[in-house]
């Protein structure tokens, strides 16, 4: 049922990755809020193991959202081999949401290996660029030093990165020029969705320039995200009369539409859902695609409604 979109993205058994199932909107506040609370975290695993079984290979996790438990336990309910399957998961140097992070790349590689109880990850970012050795104690290039070297001990298939702006990018290419064309990095998973085409100004060119697959995150933000400041849902906007048109024209939800639309702009979506009709409805998105003239118009309307839902205040 999927297309090699990526085909440099192959899980280690040679198949495609297909869309990302996430595990880090599901963790409230981004984290446990409450760790004796079972039920959340075995709601987490369910939805997991059963995107799995109804096809995706490919799952999104991170430090700051402590599920790598929720993914690993998932993995071994589904029966899949790990091998068939592609892992996510990001370093955070720095986070206003946990009191803990590990603190160095090689130590968050140590502990994610024990927790995924995996001997490697498909996919290392480094989750935001915005630290220092003043707020981490530690840079961005040296911690993306440490990725490389993760990847050099076979520890991480992949490396790359989130939330980068294009400066972020040229600050680890560089570092990346000295190792050799296989420590690039390959990834930068941002927010990404018609009211917000570059997360920062011309990242999405450069990455592509640059051979960087960007993955969106947020790709439904338009159909429930929409708030203002003090968080009251905004009904009007440019998208709103648009989505259910094309819904029928295509015969696919407003969801479908959304995410058919991220792939047909060579971006890879990463979505999440509680309920698992949605989670499954996300991916019968390989069967169709939008017409030019549709990707133009969700373009055209889309930039009339600048929105960011995530990292407001850092771009
Ligand atoms: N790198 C980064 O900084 C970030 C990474 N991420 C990653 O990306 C993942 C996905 O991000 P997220 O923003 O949640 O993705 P989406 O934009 O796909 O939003 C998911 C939300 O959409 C709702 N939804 C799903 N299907 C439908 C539908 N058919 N109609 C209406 N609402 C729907 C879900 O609610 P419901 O449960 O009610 O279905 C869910 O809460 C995260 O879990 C995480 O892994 C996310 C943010 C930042
Ligand atoms: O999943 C996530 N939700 C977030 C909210 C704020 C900042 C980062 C994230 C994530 O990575």
Redesign the pocket.
């Known amino acids: 049922m999927t297309v090699e979109l990526h085909p440099q993205f192959k899980t280690k058994s040679g198949e495609p990755i297909t869309i ?1 199932a ?5 963790v409230k506040a981004l984290k446990r809020a409450d760790p004796t609370n079972t039920e959340l975290l075995d709601g987490i695993v369910d939805r997991l193991t059963y995107s799995i079984n109804v096809g995706y290979n490919h799952l ?3 430090e700051v ?1 402590t599920t790598h438990p929720e993914i690993h336990k998932a993995v071994v309910k589904s029966k899949a081999p790990r091998e068939k399957l592609w892992i996510t998961t ?1 370093y955070i140097a720095a986070s206003p949401h946990v009191g803990k992070t590990s603190g160095s790349p090689s130590k968050f590689v140590k502990e994610a290996l024990e927790e995924l109880d995996t001997d490697y990850i498909d996919l290392l970012l480094i ?2 660029p915005f630290f220092t050795t003043d707020s981490a104690g530690i840079e961005l290039e040296d911690a993306w030093k440490e990725l490389i070297d993760a990847k050099k001990a076979g520890h991480v298939r992949y490396i790359g990165v ?2 980068f702006a294009v400066e972020h990018l040229k600050r680890i290419i560089a570092v990346s020029e000295k190792e050799g064309k296989e420590y690039y990095p390959v990834v930068n ?1 941002i ?1 990404y969705h018609p009211y917000l085409q570059n997360q920062s100004e011309g990242v999405v060119d450069f990455s592509k320039e640059h051979g960087i697959l960007i993955e969106a ?5 338009p ?2 995200r929409i708030t203002d400041e003090s968080g009251n849902v905004i009904e009007d906007h440019p998208l709103k009369p648009i989505l259910p048109e094309l819904s029928k024209k295509y015969k696919k ?3 479908q539409v959304l995410l058919r639309y991220v792939l047909d702009k060579g971006i890879l979506p ?6 698992n009709e ?1 989670i499954k ?2 991916l019968e998105i390989y069967d169709f695609k939008l017409s030019k003239d549709d990707v133009e118009l969700i373009d055209t309307e889309g930039a009339k409604f600048p929105y960011r839902a ?1 990292f407001k205040g850092r771009f």
């Open positions: 990302g996430g595990s880090g909107t599901a999104d996790t991170a959202y990001k989750h935001h989130s939330n998973q927010e995150y947020g790709p439904l933000t159909l429930f939800s407003e969801a990463i979505t999440t859902s509680s309920k949605r409805e996300a995530f």
